[in-house]
């Protein structure tokens, strides 16, 4: 089903954000996708395969448009790649048990964050060169070497360790950089200002 | 899950929740494999290997492969299960009940498929 734009009259672009007056899912902000897509505010329908994501409300106020998630997310459109808030399927771009126990985290807490955060499908990460598989495999393995080195995890960590399994898995490393900057920026424009678990293990962050 | 739900029963919410989270990805990866659609070093495994190695490969990867899909599932509460530890015993909820997420915990290197399994396994 198509979605009017309400973002007010104008042109956008591939990658910016926009707005509707009937939302296919609630009422947020969304990312105009696809190759060389672009509509005019105001006048266009949208069809759903033209959105790529959406955020919370706080985000739809105007957050993102200035910056954050919204051009991290242009990017990894640009280089194409599709992120998609996890709807059931699909692999967290950030692992999401970093977030267990939290409960301060976006509107219902730590699993409503979960189901909104990023995710890329199958056919993504196949298209990125991995597996779902392969790539949970390399989070587990990094997360537990970067712990067993007595670190404590913060989200330069996270960064550091989600960027390697990407790589470990298959992924080009530039690619792999912008993927994970998707998924933090996205986070923090959520409103997630750090780890709270460090994942596959008992403890909490440090 | 209520006892139906239109016009389906319980049991056939779960059988197609079941298929769509865990069967039918899991086919895909697999039929997608031995197509030889995967690039990078999964892809060039898959071409190095002479033909029984290969069938070695599919049935291996296809069996890990639903094993993880179900984890996964679990793990997002997409299918929510419980498991008794032994006859009688209380009903354990898995997604949650851990301070992992069980499909990475199955699949990664040395976790419990490397633990546990007594046959053989590929890294891919």
Redesign the interface.
Known sequence: MASRCESGPGRRQFGQTIQFVNPPVFRGCYYLGGTGTDLVCGSEEVPDWALVSLQFDRVASGAVESGGAGRALARLLRAGVRAEP?K??GHHII???LF?GNTTYAPGGV?TL?RWALSLS?DTL?AI??????L??????NYFAYMSEGRQLTFQGVFRIETKSLIDA?VEPGLARTIVRAGLDDLIARGVTAPT?V?????PVL | MTESEGERTTGEMFAAELIDQVRDPALKEGLDLVAGKYPGAIGAAWAAADEAERLRMAVSNSVDEAIFRLLHAIDNAALELRWVRSPGGEPVELAGSSDFDLAGEYISEGGWRDTYTQEPHYPY
């Open positions: 996890f059931g399927k692992a999401k048990a267990r699993e979960n199958d196949r060169g991995t597996r779902h598989t392969i949970s495999g390399k989070q587990k393995s298959g678990h994942p596959w293990t008992k403890g």
